[in-house]
């Protein structure tokens, strides 16, 4: 089987500690070839933890990660033949020319001088690079050092591409561009992304994401699809003091199946906006507020952790 028809990347039973914490629990997640994987999760969820032991950088304290169906830990000159990795921040040496940056690190993956020349001219053009090939990383914005980070991992045809929260620092016109960078790269590239981050739109443009939390998987599926699974549509009420007691009474006197989710009540119902008035005439004096919408992946972490989803970068390795 070729790689790009099997499996990128398959976890079985994967924990990992750092000390006496557990970054990582009995975590079992498969990856199919060739797509847009997301990992959503907030700080602390263990993205980058799992980035590491991906990219060979940690072993996992139990079980076994594969990618490409090499070990991690056992073959891990396999996996970086087949890996290229974004970090979270740019990895370039900042007394170098971009193209000096570029050079050492494919000289570093065996890419001889032609080859290298030649994967240059074709990437640095694509990625609007081409006039800053003599330039410092220092003079360029933070959304062309990433777009630079980017050509670094690309230059040796990697079967799978690491982005590790690839728009931490960006302005929003900078994640914009960025994101229009890796949909051209889609359609020009035979490779498998994942990209790790802790924002929801990004997450909404992956074909399928898993969401973490505390180390555990909560939940894999395509957005639409773990969305779809709280209803079209749904009235979310905020409760003058009890979301327990509130949605008890909705329940209670209108059979719908109501629930509490944290600090608001969620109560999916196919024509959402008509049963407004239907709550307010049964249980009005327990309502402070309602709102009717589709439900979105911030609600699926909801449902399924009980916590609200606090979209704060990871700003450290062990997160």
């Known amino acids: 089987m070729s790689e790009l028809s099997s499996e990128a990347v398959r976890l079985r039973d994967v924990s990992h500690r750092y000390a006496t914490r557990l970054a990582l629990s009995n975590l079992n997640l498969h990856v199919p070839a060739g797509g847009l994987f997301g990992l ?9 933890t799992l980035f590491r032991i991906l990219s060979t950088l940690l ?3 139990e079980g076994e990660a594969l990618v490409f169906g090499h070990s991690t830990a056992h073959a891990p000159a396999a996996v970086r033949a087949r890996l290229g990795v974004v970090f979270q921040q740019p990895a370039l040496d900042d007394e170098l020319t971009v193209e000096e940056n570029l050079r050492i690190h494919g000289t570093l993956y065996g890419l001889s001088a ?3 020349s030649e994967r240059l001219d074709d990437l640095l053009p694509r990625f609007g690079l081409a006039e800053r090939r003599q330039e410092k990383p220092p003079v360029l914005s933070g959304g062309l050092r990433r777009r630079v980070d980017l050509v670094r991992g690309l230059l040796h045809r990697p079967a799978l591409l690491l982005l590790d929260e690839p728009t931490t620092g960006l302005d929003p016109a900078a994640r914009y561009a960025f994101w229009q960078v890796l ?3 889609r359609t020009t590239e035979a490779l498998t992304l994942i990209v790790a981050t802790h ?9 399928e994401v898993a969401i973490l939390d505390t180390g555990t998987l909560v939940t894999q599926g395509s957005p639409n699809a773990l969305k779809q699974d709280l209803g079209t549509e749904a009235v979310w009420l905020t409760p003058a003091d009890s979301p327990q007691r509130l949605a008890e009474q ?3 006197l209108t059979g719908l199946p109501a629930q509490n989710l944290g600090t608001l009540v969620h109560v999916p119902h196919p024509e959402a906006p008509s049963l407004l008035s239907r709550l307010y005439d049964t249980c009005g004096a327990l309502i402070q507020s309602a709102t009717v919408r589709a439900p979105t ?4 972490f909801l449902a399924k952790t009980g916590q609200t989803y606090s979209a704060e970068p990871a700003p450290s390795p062990t997160s």
């Open 114 to 116: 032609r080859d290298l």
């Open 250 to 252: 909705i329940r209670t």
């Open 183 to 185: 949909d051209q790269l």
């Open 40 to 48: 959503l999760g907030p700080n602390g969820s263990g993205k980058t």
């Open 199 to 207: 924002l929801m739109d990004e997450a909404e443009r992956c074909d």
């Open 297 to 300: 992946l911030e609600d699926v």
């Open 59 to 61: 072993r996992p304290s």
